[in-house]
């Protein structure tokens, strides 16, 4: 065995016992070091506490508010079934070929059609969602397509 290969022996150490004399080199004070908020049983400091300052979250001015009866929806634009060439979609089918993008309500929120950027919509599709816009509607009937409500 060289000096550059040297291994630590396999030691198993205790835990510390904290408070057990002077002698254990965590006596007395049990490593808490003297007085203050720390070193009292129960003395933990929440991680927002700012020292008495006035916190953050009441700094920090309210702005508008979250309308809890907002329904989500997973979006899908007439666009993007242009350019693949299915012409018959359901909710399945667009979860497969990746086109339905996701929101904070994940899986389990109801799909939307829109009509975003597509003036030039010419494709013949059917097509079974929870939900369309008016022109999303408007713009798969108009190419002879059927657009159904599920």
Do not use: C, Y
């Not at 993007?80 to 996701?102: A, H, W």
């Amino acid at each position: 065995m060289k000096l550059h290969n040297l291994e630590r022996p396999n030691i198993k150490k205790g835990k510390k016992r904290l408070g057990k004399g002077q002698g254990s080199g965590f006596g007395k004070t049990a490593g808490k070091g003297h007085k203050g908020q720390k070193s009292r049983s129960g003395g933990n400091i929440p991680a927002w506490f700012e020292g008495g300052q006035m916190p953050l979250q009441r700094r920090v001015p309210k702005r508008g508010f979250t309308n809890i009866f907002k329904k989500q929806f997973r979006i899908v634009n007439l666009n993007d079934l242009q350019e693949v060439e299915v012409s018959d979609f359901d909710i399945e089918k667009l979860e497969k070929l990746n086109l339905i993008r996701t929101t904070r309500a994940g899986e389990i929120a109801p799909v939307k059609i829109l009509a975003d950027k597509a003036e030039v919509f010419t494709k013949k599709i059917t097509i079974k969602a929870n939900a369309f816009s008016k022109t999303a509607k408007e713009l798969i009937e108009k190419q002879g397509g059927i657009a159904e409500v599920i």
